[in-house]
């Protein structure tokens, strides 16, 4: 398999995913704007899974399904009741539907607008913030005090969540004001594998 990614992005997601199921894998950093990449996937976007079988995925949260049901022995995807299959994907599309989207004002402010003064652009990003907090607030009821996401065990979901969390570190309001967060995020902090795809898309 081969990961397209970049640093800082939900793709990183996708790489700790890859690296808890201990599977071999190919990472490339991409270039957004390359005609290579474009071939790879015409939205130009982040991440992309090439599966090594004719097939590339596209989306975070397809990508990750896809790693937790190749790997079942992982455990880290669904369990096998109705039930359980519909709470995670429930989960998975609360983060990629609602919590994902929230950030689009903060980062890009001028997709949101047909007025480009600072004044205008300032009110985005504080509506973002509204938003963001509504989001947050919602995935720390989802954490709860059973310090995941679903099931009370590690899932992929998780990784998801952290790393778009690393992303309120830019806000006012940071991860470490909600509690059930900051229990989660220092839990995912000790993971050994979390740590070093940290430190290597940093790098």
């Known amino acids: 398999m081969k990961l397209f990614y970049a640093p800082g992005t939900c793709a990183v997601a996708c790489w700790i995913a890859l690296e808890w199921v ?11 704007t390359s005609k290579e990449f474009q071939q790879v996937n015409p939205l130009m976007l982040v991440p992309a899974l090439d599966t ?12 990750l399904t896809y790693i937790s049901e190749q790997y079942p022995l992982a455990s880290i ?12 994907n429930e989960v998975m599309s609360f983060l990629s539907s609602d919590f994902h989207p ?3 004002p903060f980062f890009s402010p001028q997709r949101f607008t047909v007025n ?3 004044e205008a652009l ?17 995935l720390d009821q989802l954490v709860g005090e059973e310090g995941y996401l679903y099931l009370g065990r590690r899932s992929v979901a998780d990784a998801y969540a952290y790393v778009m969390i ?5 806000l006012p309001k940071k991860w470490r004001e909600y509690p059930n967060i900051a229990r989660f995020y220092s839990l995912m902090e000790k993971d050994p594998i979390v740590k070093k795809v940290i430190q290597l898309s940093n790098a």
Do not use: P
């Open 116 to 118: 480009e003064s600072s």
């Open 102 to 104: 929230s950030f689009w």
């Open 77 to 88: 995807g669904c369990g096998d009741s109705v039930e359980a299959r519909s709470k995670f």
């Open 22 to 32: 201990g599977t071999q894998y190919d990472l490339i950093n991409v270039d957004y």
């Open 52 to 63: 090594g079988g004719g097939q590339v995925l596209t989306q975070a949260s397809a990508i």
């Open 122 to 138: 300032e009110d985005v990003v504080g509506a973002a913030h509204v938003r963001i907090n509504r989001v947050m607030t919602h």
């Open 166 to 170: 690393r992303w309120t570190e830019r």
